[in-house]
């Protein structure tokens, strides 16, 4: 099992004993304790304990003390199981779920670019999970966290003193241009601001961050047979990932968000920023390896990822600082009287629409992910439901953005 959020709420993930996936609310049928008190393990049934309730891996209340001398057998107890989630689904190992089951099935709500996203990991080869969880709490609310991962203009300049860290260099080799004269070094974040790729998907999912032009692909590829993990990109010359990125997937290397707060990093590793309240946001990390690699390789790559991202990374501390402080700079009545500024290349990103494959924009670095995130918001807090949703969320944009 596995004990996560949705929204709020505490929920266990977990199989049952015919395999199926299950999700429930962590909430006794009793008096609302707790059934489940660890983040993950293996149990053979959930025991409340306060008063005794027990619960099967289906979520049948299975055990009640006193069922016979102080509830004379009167307790229907196939009414009083845990409560499901209304919708349970996977795609390529990726679990997800929802407690509206009128919520569309995973693979409409993903879409296209929700595809891409997860495929931009799925597709690494054989992945396995490092053991643990990161967790933290920055004082921010959790959508200026999903804003950052979007944003590109703030690299050079947060984290500049990162980049000379052994643990994030060494940088691409800047590309040769006409004539053999280096050009302009993308670099490990795409220092190049005119390459820069945004896709937009449908419910608010979206993609931003660097093309993999050609020229790049050939800088990586002057990395040796052993280039860093986070520059090897030879995997997606592989049949399968060639066929399930397509073109456009293929060419980017950018940032994607499954609306609303699951990150996938340009490594291997991915990020949920969970809302606790409108001033916190819990920062879970999970880190993935090849599990074909050997074990003190998969260690050593694993510990790399927690020294980027998460509370001990170098990129973490400078992001989570500025979260911090551009919520305490902003929380102040006469602060929020003025707006801030989102105009970066607005106007300028034209859309384009391949013969396969989601639409995307090539730029600029840009703020086109980050308003498509507050439009998506937006729809959603506007709608009383799915219903609503579904009818009357802003269409993917197919004009200059």
């Not at 995973?106 to 643990?132: K, S």
């Not at 700079?329 to 009287?337: F, L, Q, S």
Request: glycine share 10%; hydrophobic share 35%.
């Amino acid at each position: 099992y596995f004990l996560s959020c949705i929204g709020e709420e505490s929920v266990i993930a977990t199989r049952d004993k015919s395999g199926q996936l299950q999700v429930f609310l962590n909430t006794c049928r009793h008096r609302g304790n707790a059934v489940c008190r660890t983040e993950a393990g293996n149990t053979k049934s959930f025991l409340c304990v306060y008063h005794g309730w027990t619960y099967g891996l289906n979520g049948d209340l299975i055990g009640v003390p006193g069922y016979k001398d102080l509830y004379h057998e009167d307790l229907d107890r196939s009414q009083w199981g845990l409560i499901s989630a209304g919708k349970v689904q996977s795609y390529k190992g990726f679990v997800f779920a929802t407690m509206d089951p009128d919520a569309p099935d995973l693979a409409d709500y993903l879409g296209e670019v929700g595809r891409l996203g997860l495929d931009l990991v799925a597709e690494r080869g054989e992945l396995m999970v490092v053991d643990g969880v990161q967790k933290n709490v920055i004082d921010c609310n959790w959508k200026l966290a999903v804003d950052n991962l979007f944003d590109w203009y703030h690299v050079q300049v947060s984290h500049a003193s990162a980049l000379v860290s052994e643990y994030i260099t060494p940088q691409v080799l800047p590309p040769e241009q006409e004539g053999g004269e280096p050009g302009p070094s993308p670099g490990l974040h795409g220092a190049d601001p005119y390459a820069h790729r945004v896709v937009l998907g449908d419910y608010g999912h979206a993609i931003s961050g660097p093309r993999m032009t050609p020229e790049m692909r050939r800088a990586m590829e002057r990395g040796g047979d052993k280039p860093e993990p986070w520059l090897d990109e030879r995997w997606r010359d592989e049949p399968a990932p060639r066929e399930a990125l397509g073109e456009v997937g293929r060419d980017t290397r950018g940032h994607p968000n499954i609306f609303p707060n699951l990150w996938i990093t340009s490594g291997a590793q991915l990020c949920l920023r969970l809302p606790k309240g409108p001033g916190k946001t819990e920062i879970w990390w999970f880190t993935l390896v090849d599990k074909n690699l050997p074990e003190e390789e998969r260690i050593a790559r694993g510990r790399r990822g927690g020294l980027t991202f998460g509370p001990a990374g170098l990129l973490e501390q400078d992001d989570g600082e500025n979260w911090d402080q551009s919520t305490r700079a902003t929380r102040g009545v006469v602060a929020r009287r003025y707006p801030l500024n989102f105009s970066m290349n607005l106007g300028r990103g034209a859309p384009t629409s391949p013969e396969s494959g989601p639409r995307y924009i090539d730029a600029g670095i840009n703020e086109h992910a980050q308003l498509w995130l507050y439009r998506a918001w937006a729809d959603w807090m506007d709608a009383e439901n799915w219903a609503a949703l579904k009818q009357h969320r802003s269409p993917v944009p197919a004009d200059p953005v």
